[in-house]
């Protein structure tokens, strides 16, 4: 069997399975053998029913005798049951809220179930168990006790994923080609590919699962971390803008910035000016939490770049981002009267440039008209949205490229700023107030240095962060009225815009900012001004809203998280977050750093829907966590990385994850491809292992 080949040639099926098929993303037969567990039911533990207790987490085999569909009385909750026996005895199985189980379930089929055993007036009971349809109690794959379940989607099931991936092992030629070195096997105790796809399709132990799935995420952050250094070689290929300065002319433009620098932010404008004096370009990522001052060090950058006659493109993934920014670097420049020389410019087409008659104020001017001020160098610092990477945009001299949230922007997208718009590789500062764990960002930052700005400005207050009950929901509100009362402003941020169509949608718990924000003006704060801020909303609407804000015309603004990253309102000293279990925990300590932007002392008030053991852990690590890069490690170890912007967004699957959780194993990932890369630098004595970076080009972002 071909691995290349498609599953539709080589499997008989149904327009239903194509279907599920293409949902999953499985298209070739390799796609199905890389496609692995997410987790064993080990039936090797399994109990006669005349031997379960109450409070048992085990395995019952039976023949269904029953299937029924009914209600709940006082709910109307629908709820299949199912009566299973052996030769032993007899219990029932309910699924709630899952009133197709009784239409799955037939009787006289064979099944296994697996959950926590109960007991309720009519007996023993197992509740929402997983179960496996079998063809035979023993019959679960040649004897195996271990049985994989995969992710599965309606028209494709576990079992059917087992019967077509064991075909292809079956099939694999004697040796798969494991682009692994022998002597990196060797050294880590890692099994061959081979080995590693038979142990984690069909262990015999759980061991043998452990060992393959530690091997696979092993190569795949092995080769995230070679891929990124490939890239940083490559960078490095490049000549850049050797920019020199003057040490005392620097110290007096950062002795004008309104407050004192921290000592974090000292080191890492030092880090830059040396990066930026060097033979190759910077390629830096500045890791900041939230108000740890991330826009001081990239406009010190900025200084350096203009002072030496060169330009500076600031990328921002948001229009009212870029909007701030510009107004913070016509504050900040102002003492050097470079504040005609900073232009705007967004996907909409808002295009500005600061006034020349009022100071620290900002005047619209015609697209054609900034292009040719930057094309002709009259413009130093230009700073946007993604527009800045368009054609249109051509910069004359471009030696600093700052991205603010890289993570938000495509790597494509990234490169087109940081090669694209010059001859020279310009310098690249990528700056990040998302907490990112320690092995994440050796792992997926692999090509870049690393500033952490690890200390918050002087005269800041650590925000009282707490979780609120709803009976305790007005004493929440009458802290935000004495916020108010004493000239403070608030957030309260709701999952999403609109109410949900209760025909359509289950989720109509969750509060919506449309009706948030009637409701509290007709019957919490008739007094005070509400303002609405969402996705949905034009660029104009957004910007004028935020502006109200800023003036103290809306005492409270109803928003989604859209205000998550940068909004800058020192005034605003409270923010309730509805429905928080929603968001992610790195999530809600950015909502969170919303509030961490004046000495006033910041409030948090969390509200949760849900009142499960697992949100309250989750919520209570929000209120002990000390920063926000102690809380993604926490997130990381719950949750996975998936939570700290998006698994699929890091191009990392879950079982990289995995590695993510093993600082050793990213370390000596990280070890062995710096060896290599240092042995090679262009990969020419590892065919194998340039083959596998060129094949996830196509899969993950390293275009």
């Given at each position: 069997m071909e691995l290349n080949s498609s599953i539709e040639k080589e499997f008989r099926l149904s327009p239903r399975q194509k279907t599920a098929l293409d949902k999953l993303g499985l298209k070739t037969t390799k796609d199905l053998l890389f496609y692995f567990p997410s987790r064993y039911e080990n039936f090797s533990e399994r109990k006669n029913i005349a031997s379960l207790a109450e409070g048992d987490k085990t395995t019952v085999f039976g023949e269904v005798m029953e299937a029924s569909l009914g209600k709940t009385w006082r709910k109307r909750m629908a709820i299949s049951e199912i009566t299973v026996g052996d030769n032993t005895g007899i219990i029932k199985a309910v699924w709630f809220h899952q009133p197709y189980m009784a239409k799955m379930l037939n009787v006289g089929d064979k099944v296994a179930l697996t959950g926590k055993i109960s007991r309720n007036k009519s007996g023993l009971s197992i509740s929402n168990p997983n179960f496996e349809k079998i063809s035979a109690y023993e019959a679960l794959g040649e004897g195996s006790m271990i049985l994989p379940v995969y992710p599965e989607t309606s028209g494709v099931t576990s079992r059917?994923?087992?019967?077509?991936?064991?075909?292809?092992?079956?099939?694999?030629?004697?040796?798969?080609?494991?682009?692994?070195?022998?002597?990196?096997?060797?050294?880590?105790?890692?099994?061959?590919?081979?080995?590693?796809?038979?142990?984690?399709?069909?262990?015999?132990?759980?061991?043998?699962?452990?060992?393959?799935?530690k091997r696979l995420a092993f190569e795949e952050i092995f080769f995230i971390q070679l891929a990124r250094l490939c890239q940083r070689k490559e960078r490095e290929k490049h000549h850049s803008l050797k920019i020199s300065f003057d040490q005392k002319e620097l110290d007096k433009f950062l002795s004008s910035f309104p407050f004192e620098l921290t000592s974090a932010q000292k080191n890492a404008i030092n880090a830059v000016g040396a990066d930026m004096s060097g033979e190759h370009p910077m390629s830096r990522l500045l890791e900041g939490d939230v108000g740890s001052g991330k826009t001081a060090v990239a406009i010190a950058a900025a200084y350096l770049a203009i002072s030496a006659g060169y330009q500076v493109a600031y990328m921002a993934p948001t229009e009212i981002l870029a909007g701030q920014h510009f107004q913070s670097f016509i504050e900040y420049f102002s003492e050097?009267?470079?504040?005609?020389?900073?232009?705007?410019?967004?996907?909409?087409?808002?295009?500005?440039?600061?006034?020349?008659?009022?100071?620290?104020?900002?005047?619209?001017?015609?697209?054609?008209?900034?292009?040719?001020?930057?094309?002709?160098?009259?413009?130093?610092?230009?700073?946007?949205?993604?527009?800045?990477?368009?054609?249109?945009?051509?910069?004359?001299?471009?030696?600093?490229?700052?991205?603010?949230?890289?993570?938000?922007?495509?790597?494509?997208?990234?490169?087109?700023?940081?090669?694209?718009?010059?001859?020279?590789?310009?310098?690249?500062?990528?700056?990040?107030?998302?907490?990112?764990?320690?092995?994440?960002?050796?792992?997926?930052?692999?090509?870049?240095?690393?500033?952490?700005?690890?200390?918050?400005?002087?005269?800041?207050?650590?925000?009282?962060t707490k979780i609120i009950s709803p009976e305790e929901r007005g004493g929440a509100y009458a802290i935000v009225r004495e916020e108010i009362n004493k000239g403070r402003q608030a957030y309260i941020i709701c999952p999403r815009i609109n109410e949900p169509d209760p025909e359509k949608e289950m989720a109509i718990l969750a509060k919506s900012v449309k009706e948030e924000a009637k409701r509290l003006k007709k019957d919490i704060f008739p007094e005070w001004e509400i303002g609405l801020l969402h996705g949905k909303m034009t660029p104009q609407e957004k910007?004028?809203?935020?502006?109200?804000?800023?003036?103290?015309?809306?005492?409270?603004?109803?928003?989604?998280?859209?205000?998550?990253?940068?909004?800058?309102?020192?005034?605003?000293?409270?923010?309730?977050?509805?429905?928080?279990?929603?968001?992610?925990?790195?999530?809600?300590?950015?909502?969170?750093?919303?509030?961490?932007?004046?000495?006033?002392?910041?409030?948090?008030?969390?509200?949760?829907?849900?009142?499960?053991?697992?949100?309250?852990?989750?919520?209570?690590?929000?209120?002990?966590?000390?920063?926000?890069?102690?809380?993604?490690?926490?997130?990381?170890?719950?949750?996975?990385?998936?939570?700290?912007?998006?698994?699929?967004?890091?191009?990392?699957?879950?079982?990289?994850?995995?590695?993510?959780?093993?600082?050793?194993?990213?370390?000596?990932?990280?070890?062995?491809?710096?060896?290599?890369?240092?042995?090679s630098p262009s990969l020419k004595k590892y065919p194998l292992l340039l083959e596998k970076i060129a094949n996830n080009k196509k899969q993950i972002h390293f275009e």
């Amino acid at each position: 069997m071909e691995l290349n080949s498609s599953i539709e040639k080589e499997f008989r099926l149904s327009p239903r399975q194509k279907t599920a098929l293409d949902k999953l993303g499985l298209k070739t037969t390799k796609d199905l053998l890389f496609y692995f567990p997410s987790r064993y039911e080990n039936f090797s533990e399994r109990k006669n029913i005349a031997s379960l207790a109450e409070g048992d987490k085990t395995t019952v085999f039976g023949e269904v005798m029953e299937a029924s569909l009914g209600k709940t009385w006082r709910k109307r909750m629908a709820i299949s049951e199912i009566t299973v026996g052996d030769n032993t005895g007899i219990i029932k199985a309910v699924w709630f809220h899952q009133p197709y189980m009784a239409k799955m379930l037939n009787v006289g089929d064979k099944v296994a179930l697996t959950g926590k055993i109960s007991r309720n007036k009519s007996g023993l009971s197992i509740s929402n168990p997983n179960f496996e349809k079998i063809s035979a109690y023993e019959a679960l794959g040649e004897g195996s006790m271990i049985l994989p379940v995969y992710p599965e989607t309606s028209g494709v099931t576990s079992r059917w994923l087992r019967f077509a991936i064991q075909r292809i092992l079956n099939s694999l030629e004697e040796d798969i080609v494991d682009p692994i070195p022998k002597d990196i096997l060797k050294k880590y105790h890692l099994p061959s590919l081979k080995s590693s796809l038979i142990f984690i399709h069909k262990p015999r132990k759980i061991r043998d699962a452990e060992a393959a799935r530690k091997r696979l995420a092993f190569e795949e952050i092995f080769f995230i971390q070679l891929a990124r250094l490939c890239q940083r070689k490559e960078r490095e290929k490049h000549h850049s803008l050797k920019i020199s300065f003057d040490q005392k002319e620097l110290d007096k433009f950062l002795s004008s910035f309104p407050f004192e620098l921290t000592s974090a932010q000292k080191n890492a404008i030092n880090a830059v000016g040396a990066d930026m004096s060097g033979e190759h370009p910077m390629s830096r990522l500045l890791e900041g939490d939230v108000g740890s001052g991330k826009t001081a060090v990239a406009i010190a950058a900025a200084y350096l770049a203009i002072s030496a006659g060169y330009q500076v493109a600031y990328m921002a993934p948001t229009e009212i981002l870029a909007g701030q920014h510009f107004q913070s670097f016509i504050e900040y420049f102002s003492e050097l009267r470079l504040t005609t020389k900073i232009g705007l410019v967004t996907s909409s087409g808002c295009q500005k440039f600061p006034s020349k008659v009022n100071q620290g104020k900002a005047t619209k001017i015609s697209k054609a008209q900034l292009l040719k001020w930057v094309e002709n160098g009259e413009i130093p610092i230009l700073i946007g949205t993604h527009s800045l990477i368009q054609d249109k945009i051509k910069l004359k001299n471009l030696a600093l490229a700052i991205i603010d949230e890289q993570h938000r922007f495509g790597t494509k997208q990234r490169a087109s700023l940081a090669i694209n718009k010059s001859e020279n590789a310009p310098h690249l500062l990528s700056m990040t107030a998302t907490p990112i764990p320690r092995t994440l960002a050796l792992t997926i930052y692999g090509d870049l240095d690393l500033s952490i700005l690890d200390e918050l400005p002087a005269g800041r207050k650590s925000p009282i962060t707490k979780i609120i009950s709803p009976e305790e929901r007005g004493g929440a509100y009458a802290i935000v009225r004495e916020e108010i009362n004493k000239g403070r402003q608030a957030y309260i941020i709701c999952p999403r815009i609109n109410e949900p169509d209760p025909e359509k949608e289950m989720a109509i718990l969750a509060k919506s900012v449309k009706e948030e924000a009637k409701r509290l003006k007709k019957d919490i704060f008739p007094e005070w001004e509400i303002g609405l801020l969402h996705g949905k909303m034009t660029p104009q609407e957004k910007e004028e809203a935020l502006l109200k804000f800023k003036d103290n015309k809306i005492n409270i603004l109803v928003a989604t998280s859209v205000v998550e990253v940068g909004i800058n309102i020192p005034n605003a000293t409270i923010i309730i977050i509805e429905g928080a279990e929603r968001f992610g925990l790195a999530q809600l300590h950015q909502l969170r750093g919303r509030v961490i932007r004046s000495s006033y002392q910041p409030y948090c008030l969390v509200f949760a829907e849900s009142k499960s053991q697992k949100t309250t852990e989750r919520l209570k690590a929000l209120t002990t966590a000390k920063n926000g890069f102690e809380l993604a490690e926490y997130d990381l170890k719950i949750r996975g990385a998936g939570e700290l912007g998006g698994g699929k967004q890091w191009g990392v699957s879950d079982i990289g994850m995995e590695a993510l959780k093993n600082i050793k194993m990213v370390e000596a990932a990280r070890a062995e491809s710096q060896k290599i890369i240092a042995e090679s630098p262009s990969l020419k004595k590892y065919p194998l292992l340039l083959e596998k970076i060129a094949n996830n080009k196509k899969q993950i972002h390293f275009e």
